[in-house]
């Protein structure tokens, strides 16, 4: 298990900023069943295990202030030697304090009579208005119970506060601990796409450059992916969130992957787009050369104090330039720009947060104004362009092509770093990497 005072100090820093005489609610998750008595692969909550580093399910944390004074605890599964047979070993009540270093611990069996006793004389509780539907049951129950205890002279709730805006925030800044480890994820989620890059093969099935790619993965590492994969071929890459990967893949296709490892909680987040037969044809070269241009125009632009909203900006000023040069849109670039001209083209965002969660959380604007990016900001740029097969208007030779081109970067003091750096990227790069190393 993981040195537990990166966890402790987050618990601490996070109530530090809390309101005194109060409880936080956070919880792992419980399992889902996939079929029949088959469960999915359990994730806890990505909150949850940000402030503890525990991974079963079935388990709340809970965080008191009161009086400027931290109390932890944790409910979570008894040991069970009967069910853990059949699913895997428990941590358990008598081993939870010490090994997660909180104050105590009790079955999650007691949380709603332990969890209202908690609440004595505490007047905000927050959990995640995210999750709010799960809560909204015990919180009524416990609400009820203090209001008639109120009468016996103790403090009763006065509020239920939404605990996002707080943590988010913290999550949205990175440390350097984290930092190392979305460097690994970044590392890993690389190699998976250059095993995809060799793998690829006119005739061969999308799932098993999939497979070949989420190998890599797991050798060096990873346990899961970070999201569901895409491996889109020729017309299937003009969807954006194309995960079926059943297709079989033609010679002269374009393949679009966009798939990450995650590693120690984080989330890698690439997408690479290059030929089946590993030559590019001079229309999807153009294309291809034009997302990569407008990627770097953003990324060089990346540092403290810009506006995340104007990276979305430079991405649509190049796209649509672009489009301009190569006759697929025609006009003034001033005037395609204020009527979305570019939409049909290029239809989502350049940018997202990047963490423990693939679109991390922490809020995009402040005050109702686009928020200048810090250091320790970790973002994806991933600016595309998506001409189907059924896009009539655009001359034939450029159907059927989708390109996205994404990197993971981190911003720093001075500007920013690509944790993803070493992927050929280039139309040149790549033909000449596929030559050389396809199977």
């Known amino acids: 298990m993981k040195s537990n005072a990166i966890y402790t100090e987050r618990r601490q820093a996070l109530a530090a900023q809390l309101a005194d005489n109060s409880v936080v609610w956070v919880a792992s998750g419980a399992e889902k069943i996939r079929n029949r008595d088959v469960e999915y692969a359990f994730r806890p909550a990505s909150d949850f295990y940000y402030l503890t580093g525990f991974s079963e399910p079935d388990a709340v944390l809970m965080l008191k202030k009161q009086l400027g004074k931290l109390t932890t605890g944790l409910f979570l599964r008894p040991k069970d030697s009967e069910k853990e047979v059949w699913q895997g070993r428990r941590l358990g009540v008598e081993f939870a304090p010490q090994q997660l270093n909180i104050d105590q611990a009790w079955e999650i069996s007691e949380l709603v009579d332990t969890g209202f006793s908690l609440l004595t004389d505490v007047k905000t509780v927050y959990v995640s208005f995210s999750e709010l539907p799960d809560w909204m049951e015990t919180l009524s129950e416990w609400v009820v119970l203090h209001k008639a205890n109120s009468r016996k002279g103790d403090e009763s709730i006065q509020a239920i506060a939404?605990?996002?805006?707080?943590?988010?925030?913290?999550?949205?800044?990175?440390?350097?601990?984290?930092?190392?480890?979305?460097?690994?994820?970044?590392?890993?989620?690389?190699?998976?796409h250059l095993s995809a890059m060799k793998s690829v093969a006119s005739e061969k099935f999308e799932y098993q450059v999939q497979a070949d790619m989420e190998n890599t993965f797991k050798q060096r590492g990873a346990p899961r992916v970070a999201f569901n994969t895409i491996v889109a071929g020729g017309d299937?890459?003009?969807?954006?969130?194309?995960?079926?990967?059943?297709?079989?893949?033609?010679?002269?296709?374009?393949?679009?992957?966009?798939?990450?490892?995650?590693?120690?909680?984080?989330?890698?987040d690439i997408t690479s787009t290059f030929p089946a037969n590993g030559q590019f044809t001079r229309y999807q070269a153009a294309l291809y050369e034009l997302v990569l241009a407008t990627q770097k125009a953003v990324?060089?632009?990346?540092?403290?104090?810009?506006?995340?909203?104007?990276?979305?900006?430079?991405?649509?000023?190049?796209?649509?330039?672009?489009?301009?040069?190569?006759?697929?849109l025609s006009g003034k670039r001033s005037v395609l720009i204020e009527d979305e001209a570019y939409k049909p083209f290029y239809m989502h965002g350049v940018s997202h947060w990047l963490g423990m969660d693939v679109h991390d959380v922490g809020a995009y604007k402040k005050a109702g104004q686009s928020?200048?990016?810090?250091?320790?900001?970790?973002?994806?740029?991933?600016?595309?362009?998506?001409?189907?097969?059924?896009?009539?208007?655009?001359?034939?030779?450029?159907?059927?092509?989708?390109?996205?081109?994404?990197?993971?970067?981190?911003?720093?003091?001075?500007?920013?770093?690509?944790?993803?750096?070493g992927l050929p990227r280039t139309v040149a790069e790549?033909?000449?990497?596929?030559?050389?190393?396809?199977h």
């Open 162 to 192: 939404d605990l996002d805006p707080v943590l988010h925030e913290m999550r949205l800044i990175k440390s350097e601990a984290e930092i190392a480890i979305l460097r690994q994820a970044a590392r890993v989620s690389v190699q998976g």
């Open 236 to 268: 299937n890459a003009c969807v954006l969130h194309y995960t079926e990967n059943t297709a079989k893949i033609h010679n002269g296709d374009l393949v679009l992957v966009d798939a990450g490892a995650e590693f120690g909680g984080y989330a890698g």
């Open 299 to 328: 990324i060089q632009q990346i540092q403290p104090g810009i506006l995340f909203e104007e990276l979305q900006k430079i991405a649509v000023e190049n796209l649509t330039q672009g489009l301009i040069d190569l006759g697929i």
């Open 371 to 421: 928020r200048p990016l810090q250091a320790g900001m970790v973002l994806t740029v991933e600016p595309g362009l998506y001409l189907p097969k059924s896009a009539s208007e655009v001359a034939e030779v450029y159907r059927g092509i989708g390109i996205r081109i994404e990197e993971d970067v981190l911003v720093t003091d001075s500007g920013c770093e690509v944790l993803t750096a």
């Open 430 to 438: 790549i033909e000449r990497w596929m030559m050389a190393n396809r």
